[in-house]
């Protein structure tokens, strides 16, 4: 890539790839979906918003709700992420309610120390009978990847016409578009550049007002019918078809391990001030 288009150095990320599977991971586990490693005497986080509008002719939803686990990462496994002084876990929670329905949908990050945690609690609180089931992600382990993001939607102006022949170039040598197949990675992923549906909306830091730094990105999909050329692993892949195998009920274990889907198709991507002490977060989302 650097090789091809030396333009895009200064613009390199590190990101993680996840690559979550369908699995039953404890709370001493990396995960998507699981239970996470919470102490057994600190409260479980309830969303701040009192009242929640009904999703497709349901009735609004009153009272707290539960938050639900999204991300426990434990630094053993993810060595390259960046951790705060003292700390070896990261846990992202939010609203069941986030994408559209939720009044107040901030969701919650922790920076932990496993050591620290204690009593672990058995068993988190149930979510409302009326959260979208598509916001809730299912229990799944990770087998992280080290990755190189380059941007597509946030590249800057003038080096994407730069580079445009060159890369209508490859196109057409290759067969490989830019965006889809060589810049940033699809899926569930840490760092790099989220992975947009939509046009970038980035936010900023309520406190300092600078333009805040992405931690995690949650896809509807891992891959899609273009991306999957490059960014389907080898090992999921079929050796005649170079698409993904089907186990014996025909499913794709590789596409939607963790079964959540926003708006059509889009994502959540959320996002914290790493210049403030108190590391403020937000977040965005987005459909197709």
Do not use: N
């Not at 186990?247 to 059509?264: K, L």
């Amino acid at each position: 890539m650097e090789q091809l288009f030396p333009e895009l150095v200064p613009l390199r990320r590190d990101a993680i790839r996840l690559h979550p599977r369908a699995g039953s991971p404890s709370p001493t586990e990396s995960s998507v979906g699981g239970p996470l490693l919470w102490p057994a005497d600190e409260p479980w986080p309830l969303c701040p918003g009192t009242s929640h509008p009904g999703h497709w002719g349901e009735p609004a939803t009153q009272g707290p709700v539960p938050m639900v686990p999204v991300v426990q990462i434990h630094r053993r496994d993810v060595p390259q992420l960046d951790f705060p002084a003292g700390t070896d876990l990261l846990q992202v929670l939010w609203c069941p309610f986030i994408v559209d329905l939720c009044p107040a949908p901030t969701p919650r990050v922790l920076w932990r120390s496993s050591d620290a945690v204690g009593p672990v609690l058995d068993t988190a609180p149930s979510t409302v009978a009326t959260a979208p089931g598509d916001s809730i992600p299912a229990p799944c382990v990770l087998h992280p990847e080290p990755v190189t993001d380059y941007p597509s939607w946030d590249m800057p102006e003038e080096v994407s016409d730069a580079l445009r022949v060159r890369m209508e170039e490859l196109k057409a040598r290759t067969g490989l578009w830019y965006s889809y197949h060589l810049a940033e990675a699809p899926g569930i992923k840490l760092g790099g550049y989220p992975s947009w549906t939509q046009e970038p909306g980035w936010p900023d830091c309520p406190a300092c007002g600078r333009t805040m730094d992405h931690l995690l990105t949650v896809t509807s999909w891992e891959y899609d019918g273009m991306s999957y050329r490059t960014w389907l692993p080898l090992e999921d892949r079929d050796s005649e078809t170079g698409e993904e195998r089907r186990d014996a009920t025909g499913s794709r274990g590789a596409h939607s391990p963790a079964q959540v889907m926003f708006g059509d198709a889009g994502g959540v991507y959320i996002f914290e001030c790493r210049s403030c002490p108190d590391r403020p977060v937000g977040h965005h989302w987005d459909c197709s």
